[in-house]
């Protein structure tokens, strides 16, 4: 058993996946007194971060967030119609399905000696109880939005003094022997603690229809975030964090003020969310990120295994891009020619295209918070 659990543990980290062509672990094991390189036991730390993270979420939602939706005038709203208990219909909403066919519907109005429209509303109003309130999503948005917003700045200050920042060839000299600085060590944990904190939230958080494509991205997101930081590509993967960045904080802002019901500042929120967000996505993202991942480290340090791999991922979240873009500038066009720009915010909130590497996240689907 030990020795199928060590040549699986070699095969997974074997060296000439993940380094260039003649580097080996053991280069990268025994650095010079005071310097360090990133190790995949780091990521570890995440962990607790991400409970300490949701804890936060939690305390900040009762105490901060609650406080400020009462100022504005948003309250937990009461449901006004129950469904009468009914533990045969209760069991159909919960175990089989919460919008029944004619054929269900007939059925169980056999069994009950219930009118099919008596049963049709009971479906309704049990429905309506699982709706969260606007207080709830509130206070959700709002933690979003200080999280985002307090990453995309800490992203800013920590990059703007970094030299692969203004020149992306600085993201290949001496790879992978590039020491591991304390900014980009909390900005790459903090990052990841969020989105695993967002895969234990999910599972309390609003039930959304993209709740199983939402799980998969944040896991995908998980995923690449590891990947490059296993394989020391953390300057350019701290620019690619600080792209994704910089719009999901306007979606959520956004949000708020279509809760608080200020349209002309949700109205101008979004529209500037749409903007960066094709800035960024469709402008800085391919002619920034993947020009320095694709052209420059190829000269620089030539392709290997994990090279492909980190690109083709790349390469996959621009397409998405691509298809978020379409989407939103598809349903803001009709938003605003009917003037209904509150109701596509809500579009991006329950379920279409709207943000995050939003989010893979840093960098799939998370268009839809």
């Known amino acids: ?219 995908a997101t998980v995923s690449l975030i590891s990947f490059s930081y296993a394989n020391n590509m953390l300057r350019v993967g701290s620019l690619v964090m600080c792209v994704h960045d910089a719009s999901d904080f306007l979606l959520e802002a956004a949000k708020l003020t279509n809760y608080a019901k200020y349209q002309r500042l949700c109205d101008f929120l979004f529209v500037l969310f749409a903007v960066v967000f094709f800035i960024t996505r469709l402008v800085l993202y391919p002619l920034w990120i993947l020009n320095t991942t694709l052209f420059e480290s190829w000269e620089m340090i030539g392709p290997y295994p994990s090279w492909w791999l980190f690109n083709s991922l790349l390469l996959v979240l621009q397409v998405l891009h691509v298809i978020w873009s379409y989407l939103i500038a598809g349903i803001a066009y009709k938003a605003l020619v009917r003037g209904k720009v509150g109701g596509l915010v809500k579009c991006c909130r329950d379920g279409c295209p709207s943000g995050r590497f939003s989010h893979l996240r840093r960098g799939t689907l998370e268009l839809s918070q």
């Not at 129950?82 to 909403?93: C, G, S, Y």
């Not at 919460?98 to 219930?114: E, M």
């Not at 944990?189 to 998969?216: A, C, H, N």
């Open 1 to 219: 058993m030990y020795t199928c659990e060590a040549s699986a543990w070699m095969w997974f980290w074997n060296e000439r996946f993940w380094l260039p062509h003649n580097v080996t672990w053991a280069d990268l094991a025994d650095p010079a007194p005071g310097v360090e390189y990133p190790k995949a036991g780091h990521l570890l730390s995440a962990l607790p971060l991400a409970v300490g993270i949701f804890a936060v979420r939690i305390l900040f939602e009762r105490f901060i967030a609650s406080p400020c939706a009462f100022l504005l005038h948003i309250h937990a709203a009461s449901v006004h119609w129950r469904a009468t208990p009914n533990p045969v219909l209760e069991k159909v909403f919960t175990s089989i399905t919460k919008c029944p066919d004619s054929r269900r519907l007939d059925g169980l109005s056999k069994q009950l000696d219930w009118d099919v429209r008596k049963i049709q509303r009971w479906f309704r109003h049990r429905r309506n109880q699982d709706k969260p309130s606007i207080l709830t999503k509130f206070c959700e948005s709002m933690w979003r939005l200080i999280f985002y917003l307090f990453m995309f700045t800490y992203g800013i200050c920590f990059l703007w003094k970094c030299p692969w920042m203004w020149d992306t060839h600085h993201c290949w000299y001496n790879y992978p022997y590039q020491v591991l600085t304390p900014g980009l060590y909390h900005y790459y944990v903090t990052e990841l603690g969020f989105y695993w904190s967002l895969m234990f939230s999910q599972f309390t958080d609003i039930k959304r229809k993209d709740f199983p494509i939402m799980f998969i991205h944040h896991l």
